[in-house]
């Protein structure tokens, strides 16, 4: 899976890397070249005490370092460059899929994974590519020129290369095989810690409620106690490949005097040789040991790129379809758009024993206003996401103005549907840069007309800087009712032909709540209205009422006809009344 990913986002970035092999070639012969001009120094200049000599040769050598360095500051420039844009591409396509997931393959990975997946595990990747550039590029350069360049000052003193380079490999090779496991175990806790983070960050407050703050301080502590565990284990396997690699090039190095004092002894070499020799291999060697920080990089980059790939071959399972049906097409042209059907519909999540959702069907007419209520766990949010698509039906076929919403493309499906969810979310910004996000050109008196249709213009009003006062992340600075209303707000402003309300209303006071069901009424005259509820007195004028049981519809009418012919209505009623007498 990292060579598939490398040769698909590096693609692009290929002139760049073609910039890297020249510069990176041009700075390995010049590193090359300098110990043979070395060895002319000692062997022609120092020898003979030619002055002249060694100003000349040393003037080249300083020229061609001068050269060196330029080459390998520019290959690394260009090799930086190649890296951070296939990070940025490939950042890009995980946001892109992500995207396109529906909640099932969101629940199946978490999110918490696909963040670190989507940073940490790209980031892996892209440093070995940067490390490539500067490093694995130069590394084959060197050492198999280093071997010529040895080989052609003293053929004699060759054979210590054959042995110290596999006793080099060898060595390294038995610590990189123990570092594999570890690092692939090494993501998994990265995950657990970003997992953890979450979900106290998310529900702070009810760690602060329950009073359980020393046990999220030792839950989060054990999850940092594991990756702390795992890269001490990693880090002591990478702190001796060093020692290792020191050992053999300390060893070769005496070994290459050792024996090389012996053939300047009996007059066949000559000082500066050895000089030469000893340099290349040392060349050779450090050639390796650059190649040694690859082999510790590639086995965690590989383990990310396998969890990238993992995302990016992931197709969700609610996919466009292939020949799309437009609204226009006169299978459609006689239907209102907004109206919504549902037809014997089922759905089961995959490896449950059980459907949540059987043989469900009713129709949402457009102009008119559908209720569904129901006790907890009979289906209702089950319901709502299959609605806008969210979730394909596993059985029966749900429609939207007579077409099935299989057959719609998801931007269009969703560009006539305004949802308002249970938990209203709101995005870091302003007030006005919310209520844009359901129609990007709408106007400032559009946007007050929504929000005093949600009941929100007063105290939009009141707050500082009225549409363009600041919004925190999550809404976290506005009130549980406030956010709600501006959820409902920006679904207006979209004017879309079916709204669907989920459990939107439970935030608001009874007062509230009625003088915004009023308006809505008013405002969205011809739209179909859905609405999930859990209190009996936000649907009482619903013209569709529909009771949820168990993943059926064991009840369908009006309020006065249910309170007649639904035994599970008149429970839903009666507790909610007597809960109120009580309070």
Known sequence: MLWKLLVRYLQPQRRLLIAVVVFQLAQSVASLYLPTLNADIIDLGVATGDTGYILRVGSLMLFITLLQIACAVTAVYFGAKAAMGMGRDLRGAIFTRVGGFSEQEVTRFGPASLITRSTNDVQQVQQLVLMSATLMVAAPMLSIGGVVMAVRQDAQLSWLIAVSVPALLLGVGLIVSRMVPLFRLMQLRIDAVNRVLREQLAGIRVVRAFVREDLETGRFAG???????????????????????????????????????????????????????????????????????????????????????????????????????????????????????????????????????????????????????????????????????LFDATSGAVLMGGVDVRELHPD?????????????????????????????????????????????????????????????????????????????????????????????????????????????????????????????????????????????IVGRGTHRELLETSETYREIVSSQLAAEEAA
């Open 223 to 389: 999850a940092n106690a594991d990756v702390t565990d795992t890269a001490l284990r990693a880090g002591r396997l990478m702190a001796l490949a060093f020692p290792v690699v020191m050992l053999v090039l300390n060893v070769s190095s005496v070994a290459v005097i050792w024996f090389g004092s012996f053939r300047i002894e009996d007059g066949s070499m000559q000082v500066g040789t050895l000089v030469a020799f000893l340099s290349y291999l040392l060349q050779i060697l450090m050639s390796v040991m650059m190649a040694t920080f690859m082999a510790v990089m590639i086995p965690r980059a590989a383990v990310s790129a396998d969890r990238i790939g993992e995302v990016l071959e992931t197709e969700s399972s609610v996919r466009p379809p292939a020949h799309p049906v437009h609204f226009t097409d006169d299978a459609s042209r006689s239907t209102a758009r907004g109206e919504l059907e549902m037809r014997d519909v089922g759905f089961a999540y995959p490896g449950a024993e059980r459907p949540v959702l059987s043989g469900v069907s009713f129709t949402a007419a457009a102009g008119r206003t559908t209720a569904v209520i129901g006790s907890t766990g009979s289906g209702k949010t089950t319901l709502v996401n299959l609605m806008p698509r």
């Open 412 to 552: 269009l499906l969703w560009g006539h549907i305004g949802l308002v969810p249970q938990r209203p979310y709101l995005f870091s910004g302003t007030v006005r840069s919310n209520l844009l996000y359901g129609k990007p050109d709408a106007t400032e008196e559009e946007l007050w007309h929504a929000l005093a249709t949600a009941q929100a213009e007063d105290f939009v009003r009141e707050m500082e800087g009225g549409l363009d006062a600041p919004v925190s992340q999550g809404g976290t600075n506005v009130s549980g009712g406030q956010r709600q209303r501006l959820a409902i707000a920006r679904a207006l402003v979209k004017r879309p032909e079916l709204y669907i309300f989920d459990d939107s209303f439970s935030s608001l006071d009874t007062a509230t709540d009625a003088r915004l069901r009023q308006a809505l009424r008013r405002d969205t005259a011809g739209a179909t209205l859905v609405i999930i509820a859990q209190r009996v007195s936000s649907i009482v004028d619903a013209d569709q009422i529909l009771v949820l049981d168990g993943g059926r």
